[in-house]
């Protein structure tokens, strides 16, 4: 399998690369680069929106949670479906026509300046941390279908997704996102077929453990995934960025439905697969291999390998997404400028420094995300959803609403990276538990102290 991993490895980055060099022709301006030209139908809207969604946490991570705490894993990228619904629904008109390019400017325009700075600064410093997180499994998958750890070719691969996203910017992560996400269903429906239909002497037992809470995952669970994971797919950077370059805003609501269901049902998928690897392979079987590893090594070669590409395109297309979006939040956003140039520069400084993490580093992709979800969620969901329903209809206080962003991201900074200090001044552990609850719902009744009642002009 090296060898035919190798050459299909080589084929699938040339064919990137070429998509990038291609599209240089194409991009006559900051707004074709950074959003695609904000003209893109629903197919392409759709397409690229599933690719970003679906990644090393949706797929590696959703089965390895799986594997730990049974059928109720479904539950993340269940939340994360309804968040694009209600986000169809209720905001997705709403903000494409507002016309912002990047969620910091979309506070910019409806806010204040701080607030826009606050909350490029929280996606561009968390989100550095998701694309380590996304490399560390790519050296994960690279080195489970090589045979051997080949941190020369891990950083090869590292660097040709770098390079062609600068070259291309969001017009070529569009058009990588289609073949990407084309091999990603494909490798996770054989993968399925596979293991039910070939292997499935233990499918009566599966299907008799299908439960949506247990010992290890409860109702408390329930809240905190709704609103932290939910509020990402609802009002989140990534997910957002895919609506800015829609051609209009039905475009926009459309993509978003359709990538809720789609969504629900790849939820469904994939958390399958993860009960049969968790009914099927014993921890001593699987080693440090992972869920997915594990149902890969005892599948057909030529099914192997086309779902190793499958996971290699989820983790491709969710990697260049971030890395284009948190590159150009960081010029526009922070530095004020809408230059090409520099979000190129951006694009490679940021994405050799999460190489950096990955390589010199180890990081969980589940872990990393919430992480930055637990952040970005209570500073952000609120006061930005309060601000656009009330954009052009009431006065927003700037000053109050800057507290809503500042107090919520706090609370999220206080329970991702200070529980360990939290605990030793005495803070009770159920407490904690919730800080990121509690966060968003001070964020929340600031948000609406934030909204006058005078009418805007």
Known sequence: MNHIFAAALLLYLIVFIVIGVLDIRN???????SVAGKKQNSRSVLMTLLATMIGASTTIGITDTVYDIGFPGIWWLVFGAIGLILQSLFLSKKVRDIGADTVPDLAGQIGARPAEIIISLIIVISWIGVIAGQLVALNSLITFAFGRSSTVLFVITSIIVIAYTAIGGQISVVKTDKVQLFIILIGVTICMACLYLTRGDNNAAIMHNIELLNDHYKVSNLFTQFFVIGGVFFLGPDILSRNFMAKDSETARNAAFSAGLVLFLFSVVITLIGMWIKYNITPEEMGDMGALMAAISIMPAWAAILLIFGLLSAILSSTDTCIINASTIFVKDILKKESVKGVRIAVIVIGFTALMLAAFGQGD??????????????????????AIFAYKKREINPGIWIAAVAAGGLFGILATYFGAVLARLGVPAAMMEYLTLFGMGISFVLSLLSVEWKTAE
Request: glycine letters at 6%; a neutral charge; proline letters at 7%.
């Open 27 to 33: 991009i006559k301006s900051f707004t074709d680069y």
């Open 365 to 386: 992709i589940m872990s990393l995300l919430t992480g930055a979800y637990s952040i970005y969620t209570p500073g952000v969901i609120f006061p930005l959803t309060v």
